[in-house]
């Protein structure tokens, strides 16, 4: 085969690797980088006097002299509209991710001429189709062939690495992928001819990692000069300040990668008001650090859960990323699995050389676990005996969640006659009657699968542990509640109640964040893919769309009755709004115009989009689950039940739709019919 490249596009670093004609790799250093570490390049730009973006090395030298120019970790911000500014311009996250990609291509170019055949980038696995094909545009804009162009899931790649080179008997791999802002994981299993399968997908958490350990320690060392470190305090555009938060922030780094071969660690502080000696130990990280590397753990014991799997079934357990080295994670990952954990010379490569294992494997052999993620053992139906009111896929696809009259029933895929139920002895009660019946409303997985949020007629949410079955939080309204909704990291959740209020809470602790004010009973309520925006809808026939950090309205859609569903597309530009006026609208969150309109016979009660945004679901009164093109608005099949269809949902595959009914059926509807007639249609 021909020129082949791999990348991986770090929050903090990134590689790129280039596999040659005969199969020997080059991996591409920055000429400007760290000796001994040029491989590493920091996802780091800089706007420079003449007006031109300097990336990598260079623009980490050049931070220090006009820090307002300076912009790192803004692979956050990849598939948000809103801009930010450096240096008096204004650029989006998508923009910088193709001057970094670019840079990629001309050192790749420059060390190994000619243009790649195959080029596979590396992102998180909570990104959605919709992040993906931006990934894609901007590596057209960075200069690469889009039609050469493939995204993989970070963990993927770690796993394809994980199993470069094994031979003999089949293997199952859990990779534990610790990078500098994001953490993932993924189980995989060897197949014959040096293949491997991912299994379900890949867990995440965006806010365990490399650079949020380093805000750590820098408020570990905040709490210990608390005077010293006033100028940490507020927002501030002052170059001076900048420059010395990012001094105090390359400090903590620094003692970071020393702890990991040291017992302790020593700086002198210049930088503080105070110029102060600062010695921080092993331990003391640890006790910093422990908590977020103790929920990592328990993502991986989900993921292992949801497959209907335990660390038993593990053969090894392979931590990648930089972050990998710090001894803690090995030794909590030791004394949990009980299992080997393999220890690499190079963590950080991992994942490059794995995007690299992937570029030259056959395509039909090399997304194993990607944006094709496969639904698993799917029924034709599920029969419940009892009336359903919500459904809810985990995001493996592996489980079912059924809000029902009395309690949410929890469904294993692969054996629907196996669930549990959160309510009994084990658990409280989740409904305590008050003067209401019990009833629950809503149901909801977050976006690892590891919480599930209930919502019911008692004025209550609840928050489970899906894994453990255990209730984290009761979050009370003053009437019913009737949504709830995970926000994309998973941290926050939001309801939607009778009380007249829509109210935004820490989904772990039951602390509550907002509360955004209606003048009617609140239906419905949905997060934006970027988290910034919470759309509700409410009995006085509005739509509002808020913006969570000015907490004001951004838009108002009108619907001539009660609005009773919302949903947000992958890729946040459209806005689906299911009303009792039997109408459901697809409106442009941008300009509120209307896109298209789709009819049932009566009120419509649920709406979803499909993962890849192709398309849309609708229940309703009519007793039919329909399923519709997103991009014209075309009917293309429908579903028919005994009763009132008040949920559907799409599998996280997107290879069907479930649609929960008052009836006591979850009816599973492929969707290759609907992909055939849209095709139909588009011709």
Not at 262 to 272: M, V
Not at 627 to 655: K, N, Q
Request: with cysteine.
């Amino acid at each position: 085969m021909g020129l082949a490249y791999g990348i991986d596009f770090g929050t903090c670093k990134s590689v790129v690797a280039v596999s040659r004609d005969d199969g020997s790799t080059v991996l591409c250093g920055d000429p400007r980088g760290e000796l001994g570490r040029q491989e590493s390049i920091p996802t780091s730009v800089f706007l420079s006097a003449a007006g031109e973006i300097v990336v990598g090395a260079a623009a980490e030298r050049a931070k220090g002299s006009r820090p307002s120019h300076f912009r790192s970790e803004f692979k956050a911000d990849f598939g948000s509209d809103t801009p930010f500014m450096i240096g008096g311009r204004f650029y989006r996250g998508e923009e910088l991710c193709a001057e970094v990609l670019g840079f990629l291509r001309r050192l790749a170019r420059a060390q190994v001429p000619g243009d790649p055949e195959t080029v596979v980038i590396t992102v998180p696995a909570s990104w959605e189709q919709g992040k993906r094909d931006r990934m894609v545009s901007a590596a057209e804009r960075a200069g690469f062939d889009p039609g050469v162009v493939r995204v993989v899931f970070e963990p993927v790649a770690a796993a394809a690495s994980a199993f470069a080179g094994t031979t003999g008997a089949p293997m199952t791999v859990l990779v534990f992928d610790l990078g500098g802002g994001t953490f993932d994981c993924a189980v995989a299993r060897s197949t014959p001819h040096r293949r491997f399968e991912v299994l379900g997908a890949p867990g995440h958490l965006s806010d365990v990692g490399g650079r949020w350990f380093d805000r750590r320690i820098v408020r570990h060392i905040a709490d210990g000069f608390p005077d010293a470190t006033a100028f940490l305090r507020g927002r501030t555009a002052d170059g001076d300040l900048l420059r010395r938060r990012e001094l105090l922030r390359a400090d903590a780094e620094r003692m970071k990668i020393e702890l990991s071969h040291e017992t302790s660690s020593r700086e002198f502080l210049s930088e503080l008001d105070v110029p102060q000696e600062f010695v921080l130990t092993r331990d003391e990280l640890d006790s910093l650090l422990r908590p977020d590397l103790t929920r990592a753990v328990d993502v991986a014991e989900n993921m292992l859960t949801e497959l209907g799997l335990s660390w038993a079934d593990v053969d090894r357990v392979v931590p990648v990323g930089g972050s990998s080295r710090i001894p803690l994670v090995g030794n909590l990952l030791s004394r949990r699995s009980g299992r080997t954990v393999l220890r690499l010379d190079r963590p950080d490569l991992a994942v490059v050389r794995g995007a690299l294992a992937l570029a030259r494997m056959p395509v039909e052999a090399a997304w194993p676990g990607d944006d094709r993620a496969a639904d698993g053992v799917v029924p034709a139906r599920i029969v419940t005996g009892q009336r359903l009111s919500a459904v809810s896929f985990a995001p493996t696809g592996r489980r079912l969640a059924l809000g029902s009259l009395a309690d949410v029933q929890v469904r294993d895929m692969a054996s629907p006659g196996h669930s549990w139920r959160a309510t009994g002895s084990a658990n409280p009660p989740l409904l305590v009657g008050r003067s209401y019946p019990p009833v629950v409303t809503a149901v909801a997985f977050s976006p690892t699968g590891e919480l599930m949020a209930s919502a019911g007629l008692d004025g209550t949410a609840r928050v489970w542990h899906a894994v453990r079955r255990q209730r984290l939080a009761v979050l009370d309204h003053a009437d019913w509640v009737s949504a709830v909704a995970f926000s994309p990291d998973g941290q926050r959740l939001a309801t939607a109640s009778y009380d007249r209020t829509a109210r935004v809470w820490d989904a772990r602790t039951g602390r509550r964040l907002v509360e955004l004010p209606h003048p009617h009973f609140v239906k419905a309520v949905a997060f934006s893919p970027d988290g910034r925006l919470l759309a509700t809808g409410c009995a006085d026939r509005l739509v509002r769309v808020w913006d969570l950090l000015s907490l004001g309205i951004r838009r108002e859609l009108t619907h001539d009755d009660w609005v009773t569903a919302v949903a947000f597309s992958a890729d946040g530009r459209r806005l689906a709004t299911a009303c009792h006026d039997t109408r459901c609208r697809v409106w442009s969150v941008d300009s509120g115009e209307v896109l298209h309109e789709l009819a049932h016979d009566d009120g419509v009660h649920g709406v979803a989009f499909s993962p890849d945004g192709r398309f849309i679901a609708t229940g309703g009164d009519d007793r039919t689950a329909r399923i519709w093109s997103a991009d014209t608005g075309d009917a293309l099949t429908t579903t028919t039940h005994d009763g009132r269809v008040c949920g559907v949902a799409f599998s996280p595959g997107g290879g069907h739709l479930a649609s929960a009914s008052h009836d006591g059926t979850v009816l599973f509807t492929p969707l290759r019919d609907a992909a055939r007639r849209g095709a139909a249609v588009n011709r």
